[in-house]
């Protein structure tokens, strides 16, 4: 992958939330693309204070919406992850490596893979039980990383969304589309996949859920292991080709970006490169479709309900969604106020508020304190985001909820008596 692009002109720095935190050049967009650079040239170059620079980077890809010269910064540090996974560089010891590497693989088989996933699922609502929960909490032994995500959790776990879950409102219908259920979504946050349902109903849309969906792959391409991602790409391109819907729906930020870029996975003349292409074209992040829909129009309510959204990622800097949150609140009657750089990754990034505990911590509570005081919810569309930040909410002992945007969009319909529960 090309690194050449890069003018070193530093515009990328302010956007980076790694840089910001440390002041350091290696932990900064234009220095990782610098190491990259001299590692691909010399790898004699490589040490462990190298390694680290290029795996503490999050993955937020904020450098490439600054960046003039569009340099794919997120993709070359994805590429060098693979490249170090498949040991291309037998310079690197195994020991260069920190807490990253050693845990990611186990961590991405957890949310990945559908065995895994129940065993999420058996763990989150164990922890849920009254008994259970204050014993798991109280293990001395239990990582403060673990804890802090099981603080973030919502008090009552969902029953997953089911294939033949009929929506509360609207029976006509003008069009169809395709529901990706997600891992973490369809697990902690089955009732925005729900709500979800019910609001496009209410838009005239059926929703149709695909079965044999699997994981988007997004945890792997991040942690080095393209392979995983593009087997799953296969499986869950053969899945919703048969259903025949045109449009698919993702509710999670991160994974709608990751099906947005399927096509990449393939080599140009791979067999599933067009169809990934196809399969590419169709997926639209729910934060982005919400607007565009023939919902009712509802008053304001009297008393004024004020939401502060926090923009993740993925969904900000690489799908340039952000107006649109902001838009369908607006039109639900909610008030928006605005937090500063809402746009800045509140530490989450799949899993490196378990990887890099402390960067997340600092960020999280960098972006928990630029949560205005009026706000009563903080809207976030991604689950990761939403665990992280509400732990860190929790954490300061402040009052505003983390929840979906979907989820606030579906209240307000709900206290107009469009649906009764
Ligand atoms: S990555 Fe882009 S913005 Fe950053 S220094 Fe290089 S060219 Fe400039
Ligand atoms: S992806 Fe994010 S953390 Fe990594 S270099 Fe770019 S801005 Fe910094």
Not at 127 to 150: C, D, N, Q
Not at 376 to 385: L, S
């Amino acid at each position: 992958m090309d690194t050449g692009q890069c003018v070193h002109c530093g515009l990328c720095l302010s956007s980076c939330p790694t840089y910001v935190t440390t002041g350091l050049e290696s932990e900064s967009p234009r220095g990782r693309v610098f190491l990259l650079e001299r590692i691909y040239e010399d790898p004699s170059l490589l040490n462990r204070h190298a390694a680290k620079a290029l795996d503490d980077c999050l993955d937020c890809r904020a450098c490439e919406a600054a960046c003039p010269a569009h340099v794919p910064t997120g993709h070359l540090i994805e590429a060098w992850r693979a490249q170090t996974a498949k040991s291309e560089f037998p310079e690197l010891q195994p020991e260069s490596f920190g807490i990253f590497r050693k845990v990611s693989r186990p961590l991405q088989w957890f949310f990945g893979s559908p065995r895994g996933l129940k065993w999420f699922q058996r763990l989150v609502r164990l922890s849920k039980k009254p008994t259970m929960g204050s014993w798991l909490t109280r293990i001395k032994w239990m990582p403060a990383r673990v804890e802090g995500m099981a603080l973030g959790l919502p008090n009552t776990i969902p029953k997953r969304l089911s294939r033949f879950y009929r929506p509360k409102g609207g029976s006509e219908f003008a069009q169809q589309v395709m529901l990706f259920v997600g891992c973490v979504m369809d697990t902690v946050y089955a009732d925005t996949n729900r709500h979800t349902v019910d609001l496009l109903s209410l838009g005239q849309v059926q929703t149709v859920i695909p079965k044999n969906q699997r994981c988007c792959g997004a945890l792997h391409i991040h942690g080095g292991q393209p392979e995983v991602a593009r087997q799953w790409a296969r499986e869950n391109i053969d899945a919703f080709e048969s259903s025949g819907a045109s449009r698919i729906i993702v509710t999670a930020a991160g994974c709608s970006a990751m099906l947005k870029e399927y096509r990449d996975l393939f080599d140009l003349d791979d067999p599933f490169r067009e169809r990934a292409e196809r399969f590419q074209n169709a997926v639209i992040d729910v934060t982005a479709l919400l607007p565009d829909l023939p919902l009712p129009d509802i008053e304001k309510p009297k008393q004024q309900v004020m939401v502060s959204v926090h923009d993740p990622c993925h969904l900000a800097h690489a799908q340039g969604i952000k107006p649109e949150i902001r838009q369908i609140l607006d039109k639900t009657g909610y008030s928006i106020c605005e937090m500063t750089d809402s746009d800045r990754c509140c530490g989450a990034a799949g899993i490196y508020n378990l990887t890099h505990p402390e960067m997340a911590q600092e960020l999280l509570a960098r972006k928990v304190s630029t949560v205005p005081q009026q706000a009563q919810w903080v809207a976030a569309a991604n689950p990761g985001c939403l665990l992280h930040i509400q732990s860190g909410l929790k954490e300061q002992s402040r009052t505003p909820r983390a929840i979906h945007p979907v989820d606030l969009v579906w209240m307000a319909y709900q206290a107009h008596g469009f649906w009764s529960d």
